[in-house]
């Protein structure tokens, strides 16, 4: 159905004057007598009829009226939506690791409660593999994932990213090992991530130009739990510098090549020029 046309019977069943809809809605009688056939002709029942030397609606035309009103305020309500000029409200769906929701994602949720209250962020930990997915579904709107500089990401030509941070990583090994290289490293026995595969790609370069293959034993998501089995001396694995570790845990430093993992926001092309993502986006660019 025509919404213009839809606008016409809503004017109609309100004023009851052909002519005066037409004044309304500056055009002419003949051009709403016939919106309102063309109309009646796409619904195939009809909406007026004959009153004196007027005409009102039929009881088609009265449900019909009351459907326009909610079906009107719906195509406005996407207008607004989608108007990059308007004030952003909607709901924002954001899959991410953990260490990008809590450095990046919530203040800019707490700064979007006191700036543009009609954003409603739903938030899911997700790793990059399973968030791309979800991205490429539409089952969410942006997605915060990382890759590391030794294990580079490969972007769909559909994806629009934008860099967040970065963070240097080390290699996690009990304390009393605090002095040894990664070379000494080769017969230990590693821990890597057990829903992405990047971490694992960069330990296979870094090991290899030390002249190792590692051992991979252990496949753990939390890092927390990768604490837990360094200090047993289960494993060591890659860790973020900088993290308070449990006691018991020291990060040695990597050089030549250092490790760094590099966090960013990924969208759907062309999807940021939606009021609510954009808002988010902009609060979430460095600098």
């Known amino acids: ?125 997700y790793e990059p593999v399973e968030a791309f997915d979800l991205l490429a579904r539409d089952d969410v709107d942006l997605a915060l994932v990382y890759d590391y500089d030794l294990a580079p990401a490969e972007w769909r030509a559909d994806h629009d990213v934008v860099p967040l941070w970065e963070l240097e990583w080390g290699i996690g090994v009990p ?18 991530n057990s829903r992405n595969t990047a971490d694992e790609d960069a330990l296979r370069t870094l090991a290899s130009r030390a002249g190792f293959v590692p051992r991979v034993v252990h496949r753990i998501d939390s890092l927390e739990l990768v604490d837990d089995l360094v200090v047993a001396g289960r494993g060591v694995g890659l860790l973020p510098r900088g993290r308070a570790s449990r006691r018991g845990v020291s990060v040695v430093r990597l050089r030549d090549p250092e490790v760094r993992l590099r966090a960013y926001a990924v969208t759907r092309r062309g999807r940021d020029s939606w009021p609510p993502l954009r808002a988010v986006l902009e609060r979430l660019a460095p600098g």
């Open 1 to 125: 159905m025509d919404v213009h046309r839809l606008r016409m019977l809503l004017e109609l069943s309100r004023l009851g004057s052909m002519r005066e809809v037409a004044d309304t809605l500056g055009t002419t009688t003949s051009s709403v007598s016939q919106g309102i056939a063309a109309l009646a002709h796409e619904v195939r029942t009809p909406l007026v009829e004959p009153d004196g030397r007027r005409v009102r609606l039929t009881p088609a035309g009265r449900r019909l009226a009351d459907h326009a009103v909610t079906i009107l305020a719906a195509v406005e309500s996407a207008r607004l939506d989608l108007d990059p000029t308007s004030e952003p409200t909607g709901v924002l769906r954001v899959a991410g690791f953990a260490s990008a929701i809590r450095r990046s994602l919530l203040p800019v949720v707490e700064d979007l409660r006191r700036t543009h209250p009609g954003i409603a962020v739903q938030v899911h930990e």
């Open 175 to 192: 304390t009393r090992d605090r002095h040894l290289g990664l070379a000494d490293l080769a017969d230990r026995d590693w821990i890597v």
